[in-house]
């Protein structure tokens, strides 16, 4: 027992649950390493972000998930390098053997060189960082109501989300319903609909990874919703009460207290680490580019999935970090490892794209499944069937649809609660 | 209109916002002062505290709750003094004047003169005292199965918790569950059921306030548990991985990683400040002595009620700091205050005992209702059932059932995470 073949998972995201799950049966000693004790559902992220679920229903503990699984055990460790000749994962306490290395680190945002950006335009990836949103939208409101200048006033109404990927369509779709509707008897002095949603997009369309005909409805769902959307318009400055853009030669500022960055994501450190000690290359945004059966260059035993990995076998284009390609990919990896130890071999990895979908809003997505494309309420239906499908853990699918069934009936947002560090004064001066 | 009676009330506790919805109806003018978003469901802050709910399953927006009530208005604001001859209350950014002032701050804890225990012994009134207790609690059992010296991986799996109070009790109860049950299949080179847990006390019995036949039952409940319950022993000493006790003579030291605090409590220091502002008295641990009409003395128009009340009117001693002192006071005072508008009178404050409960565990419960008492299941049932009912919002109320319900039959603990600044690394050195 004690020769088993060892296999070592980094991440415990899409990309390295679904491998260690697929390793189930398989006669191997399987190491799931992960600095969160949690599975994170982050397709449902943005709703925690704007108080509609709590987080604790969209996250699963590790253990609870695999602790059935035998030949599975999970370690709480913050990697810190890899040591390839003598195939050892470094941790910051200790370091771990492996005789397969599959690396599923993830993607963390991008601020395009303006790293300062980040503390007044936060991103959407960790539990954390919707808290931190949920707390500055809602926050945003209080400091309206308190606030009598109606310059400054505005301000705080104001909202810009930068990126119209499905993250930012998503945020500023629920921002519009928790303003037009969720708020609206709540506040004495302001009226919550007077609140403006703008979504700032580089290129020519929103959610530009999909078909331009649902990018158009998509536009119209958005507009329905009263996001100002600004497309061609890139970010040039953040600072504290104003952003500004530049679409062609026009530049415009938008004053605001609130923006929220949905633009850029680069691969997890950990992909730069791993290349460098694998010797392999990585692309523009840190991914390590992979071989056609997802293995490091000049390394089988290594393996690089899911949003880190760089794959473009078989598109040219590397394919999207979507969870529905992490997915497959650790499904692979799995199959591939346990057909090497029973001396089989198997062809390389193809990705089976089962279509896309973004949510706009209560009853309002758009889908685009290959054959067939809709939108509207159909959409919004199958776009919540096949998250609930997803997300990991029984229970949870239980909450998050009773959850979504009461939100959707009463326009409520039960988890709107403003926890950290105390924000107050929200102004200064009396 | 614009000479309506105007009440101010500080703090959306039980006290607070019981207050706030008896004078629904009234034709006053009402703002509710709070420095957090939302009203709180202490009495079940522990279950999020050990993992078995969620911060927003047992909290509720106070704007959402008073939105239709449209003489009140809710303020999100900091109160750092009362100026009680021109009738304001003064905020960190701003001051609200008032014709009839209810202050219902709460309480916190209290370290008997030791403030540099709090760093190591958190105790729990806040949401996020509790997610720090959880990030405690979990934490612990990941380094234990990180640990490979003996001595320290007994330390990890060592929880001890001071005060044998509600509190301490249902958070020994718990805790015991999480070793025995609901972690028992999550690790490979520890048994979570060696976990071993302290209960401290300085009285001669664990929940001194209730009656001893009470009190025995419920250490019994405790002991099936394997709760080891150290009763008429004080807290001497805490460092960051010992405890020293002293009972009598004989002095213990118990090595842990591990504390919770669940002794003292002491007024809020807005309790301070209204005393001194209007010259009234505070008693050992800070509460304002009222008068019979829970006003302050001298000051028929302002009143301090709920744990930050000392009401010695009706039993000599003062009445307890739970929930339904502080709502049957808020409501007194809010019959009271339309009483006097009407020019009519109202005899005294009274408190009807309604009785006591703790939980101890699964099916394990004490319950003293005055005529009847009764235990274990029943006392359970019981003790679900009342709080339940108190939860304040429909959807909190379902959601919390349903919760339960999973976690009964499946003793699992889904809300399990570790969040918040990185824990990692778990141990020094290699």
Same mark, same amino acid.
């Given at each position: 027992?004690?020769?088993?073949?060892?296999?070592?998972?980094?991440?415990?995201?899409?990309?390295?649950?679904?491998?260690?799950?697929?390793?189930?049966?398989?006669?191997?000693?399987?190491?799931?390493?992960?600095?969160?004790?949690?599975?994170?559902?982050?397709?449902?992220?943005?709703?925690?972000?704007?108080?509609?679920?709590?987080?604790?229903?969209?996250?699963?503990?590790? #253990?609870?998930?695999?602790?059935?699984?035998?030949?599975?055990?999970?370690?709480?460790?913050?990697?810190?390098?890899?040591?390839?000749?003598?195939?050892?994962?470094?941790? %910051?306490?200790?370091? $771990?053997?492996?005789?397969?290395?599959?690396?599923?680190?993830?993607?963390?945002?991008?601020?395009?060189?303006?790293?300062?950006?980040?503390?007044?335009?936060?991103?959407?990836?960790?539990?954390?960082?919707?808290?931190?949103?949920?707390?500055?939208?809602?926050?945003?409101?209080?400091?309206?109501?308190?606030?009598?200048?109606?310059?400054?006033?505005?301000?705080?109404?104001?909202?810009?989300? *930068?990126?119209?990927? +499905?993250?930012? $369509?998503?945020?500023?779709?629920?921002?519009?319903?928790?303003?037009?509707?969720?708020?609206?008897?709540?506040?004495?002095?302001?009226? %919550?609909?007077?609140?403006?949603?703008?979504? *700032?997009?580089?290129?020519?369309?929103?959610? +530009? +990874?999909?078909?331009?005909?649902?990018?158009?409805?998509?536009?119209?769902?958005?507009?329905?919703?009263?996001?100002?959307?600004?497309?061609?318009?890139?970010?040039?400055?953040?600072?504290?009460?104003? $952003?500004?853009?530049?679409?062609?030669? #026009?530049?415009?500022?938008? #004053?605001?207290?609130?923006?929220?960055?949905?633009?850029?994501?680069?691969?997890?450190?950990?992909?730069?680490?791993?290349?460098?000690?694998?010797?392999?290359?990585?692309?523009?945004?840190?991914?390590?580019?992979?071989?056609?059966?997802?293995?490091?260059?000049?390394?089988?035993?290594?393996?690089?999935?899911?949003?880190?990995?760089?794959?473009?076998?078989?598109?040219?284009?590397?394919?999207?970090?979507?969870?529905?390609?992490?997915?497959?990919?650790?499904?692979?990896?799995?199959?591939? $490892?346990?057909?090497?130890?029973?001396?089989?071999?198997? +062809? %390389?990895?193809?990705?089976?794209?089962?279509? %896309?979908?973004?949510?706009?809003?209560?009853?309002?997505?758009?889908?685009?499944?290959?054959?067939?494309?809709?939108?509207?309420?159909?959409?919004?239906?199958?776009?919540?069937?096949?998250?609930?499908?997803?997300?990991?853990?029984?229970?949870?699918?239980?909450?998050?649809?009773?959850?979504?069934?009461?939100?959707?009936?009463?326009?409520?947002?039960?988890?709107?609660?403003?926890?950290?560090?105390?924000?107050?004064?929200?102004?200064?001066?009396?």
């Amino acid at each position: 027992m004690e020769t088993r073949h060892r296999v070592v998972i980094v991440g415990g995201g899409f990309g390295g649950l679904y491998t260690a799950q697929a390793l189930k049966r398989a006669p191997l000693e399987v190491t799931l390493v992960d600095r969160r004790n949690f599975h994170l559902f982050q397709p449902l992220l943005y709703q925690v972000a704007t108080g509609g679920l709590s987080p604790g229903e969209i996250a699963s503990p590790l #253990r609870g998930v695999l602790n059935r699984q035998r030949n599975t055990r999970v370690l709480l460790g913050e990697v810190v390098g890899f040591d390839v000749v003598g195939r050892r994962v470094l941790l %910051s306490d200790g370091e $771990v053997p492996y005789d397969t290395l599959v690396v599923a680190a993830g993607a963390r945002h991008h601020y395009f060189g303006h790293p300062e950006w980040e503390a007044l335009a936060p991103g959407l990836k960790t539990i954390e960082d919707a808290t931190e949103i949920r707390r500055r939208v809602f926050l945003a409101f209080e400091a309206a109501e308190r606030e009598t200048d109606p310059e400054l006033r505005r301000s705080w109404l104001t909202f810009v989300i *930068v990126g119209a990927g +499905p993250t930012g $369509v998503e945020l500023a779709g629920a921002l519009s319903e928790i303003a037009r509707h969720t708020l609206r008897e709540d506040f004495r002095n302001i009226d %919550s609909r007077d609140a403006r949603i703008v979504l *700032v997009e580089g290129t020519d369309r929103v959610l +530009p +990874p999909y078909r331009p005909d649902l990018s158009r409805k998509a536009a119209r769902a958005l507009a329905r919703l009263d996001v100002a959307v600004r497309t061609g318009a890139v970010v040039t400055a953040i600072d504290p009460d104003v $952003v500004t853009l530049r679409a062609g030669e #026009r530049t415009e500022q938008i #004053r605001t207290r609130t923006v929220l960055w949905g633009a850029g994501v680069q691969a997890s450190p950990l992909a730069a680490l791993l290349a460098r000690a694998a010797g392999a290359e990585t692309d523009r945004v840190g991914r390590v580019l992979v071989a056609p059966d997802l293995s490091v260059p000049g390394h089988p035993e290594i393996f690089a999935i899911g949003d880190m990995a760089c794959f473009t076998h078989q598109m040219g284009t590397a394919l999207p970090g979507v969870a529905q390609v992490a997915m497959q990919q650790g499904r692979y990896v799995a199959r591939l $490892v346990q057909a090497r130890l029973a001396d089989r071999t198997l +062809p %390389s990895f193809r990705y089976r794209d089962r279509g %896309s979908m973004a949510v706009i809003g209560r009853g309002a997505a758009v889908a685009d499944l290959g054959l067939v494309r809709f939108n509207g309420h159909l959409a919004w239906l199958a776009w919540l069937f096949i998250h609930l499908l997803y997300v990991v853990e029984f229970e949870n699918r239980l909450l998050v649809l009773m959850q979504w069934g009461w939100n959707y009936f009463t326009w409520n947002r039960g988890a709107r609660l403003i926890t950290g560090p105390s924000p107050l004064p929200l102004r200064a001066g009396p």
